[in-house]
């Protein structure tokens, strides 16, 4: 490690203000991403910012009909929440499968839709579930603030407050975990609308986005057999040791026929 100031502000106001006048400065959610890459010296903030006080970003409500969670709040209490399981189990579903239990009870949502990692979990789910981002500074669509690999729509000096997820009729998620990591090879979330169906893709691309085809196909009447017809749109899928763009571009079939046998079940 090296030597950094080290600030842990009580408000959103003051880890604004920390943004705006910290030389090099580093938001902290987690820290399950931001730490190794730092021991790793791939990062190298002058001031690290750690919202773990903030209470005002945690908690998990419903407020005009949408289920709302706080950026700060974790993996693990999403997982076990009875709010979130009652209203979009697979939502805690996904939650209870991230990473293992160490990274679970430190990792928070928002830190990971902020970092938007193309393999991680979440994104799939703000993409069907018609999330809204709300920060310091605006509410937008989750497509609109998850621009691609490790980049969003977040200024300098903004944070990520809560995310307002629609509350769907059903919904189910589907992973295929990679054999080392636990990441997401592919992830398919398929949730059913009062206005039709979303479904949204992560890990197995170089972004996330939602399978348009397989929406307009649900939206006709389609089962979990006819979805495997459905191909997966073109895009930059992911290549590696374990499996070939090819592959992955077929996994999507696989999860997402995964996913709707399970919703529609």
């Known amino acids: 490690?090296?030597?950094?100031?080290?600030?842990r502000p009580?408000?959103?106001a003051e880890a604004v203000e920390a943004l705006r006048t910290g030389f090099d400065?580093?938001?902290?959610?987690?820290?399950?991403t931001l730490l190794p890459t730092?021991?790793?010296?791939?990062?190298?903030?002058?001031?690290?910012?750690?919202?773990?006080?903030?209470?005002?970003?945690?908690?998990?409500s419903v407020r005009d009909n949408r289920l709302e969670i706080g950026a700060m709040t974790r993996h693990y209490d999403v997982a076990s929440d009875?709010?979130?399981?009652?209203?979009?189990?697979?939502?805690?579903?996904?939650?209870?499968?991230?990473?293992?239990?160490?990274?679970r009870y430190r990792g928070t949502m928002g830190g990971s839709l902020s970092n938007s990692d193309p393999s991680a979990d979440y994104p799939a789910a703000a993409l069907a579930l018609d999330a809204r981002m709300i920060t310091?500074?605006?509410?937008?669509?989750?497509?609109?603030?998850?621009?691609?690999?490790?980049?969003?729509?977040?200024?300098?000096?903004e944070v990520l407050c809560r995310i307002s997820f629609a509350i769907p009729e059903a919904a189910a998620y589907e992973k295929i975990p990679n054999p080392a990591s636990g990441y997401a090879m592919t992830g398919v979330f398929v949730a059913r609308l009062a206005e039709g169906h979303r479904v949204?893709?992560?890990g197995a691309a170089s972004e996330f986005f939602r399978h348009r085809d397989l929406e307009t196909a649900l939206d006709g009447?389609?089962?979990?057999?006819?979805?495997?017809?459905?191909?997966?749109?073109d895009r930059e899928y992911l290549a590696d040791m374990h499996g070939d763009a090819r592959y992955r571009r077929n996994l999507v079939r696989v999860a997402a026929a995964r996913a709707i046998q399970k919703m529609q079940s």
Do not use: C, N, W
């Open 136 to 157: 310091s500074q605006k509410t937008e669509a989750a497509g609109d603030f998850l621009l691609g690999t490790f980049a969003t729509s977040l200024e300098e000096d």
């Open 25 to 32: 400065p580093k938001l902290m959610a987690g820290g399950m």
């Open 200 to 202: 949204g893709v992560t």
């Open 1 to 7: 490690m090296y030597d950094f100031t080290y600030l």
């Open 82 to 103: 009875g709010t979130v399981r009652a209203r979009i189990p697979a939502l805690a579903d996904l939650a209870g499968g991230i990473a293992d239990r160490q990274v």
């Open 10 to 12: 009580r408000t959103v």
């Open 38 to 60: 730092m021991k790793a010296r791939l990062a190298s903030p002058a001031t690290l910012i750690d919202l773990a006080d903030i209470g005002e970003l945690r908690g998990i």
């Open 221 to 233: 009447g389609a089962d979990h057999a006819a979805a495997l017809d459905v191909p997966a749109p």
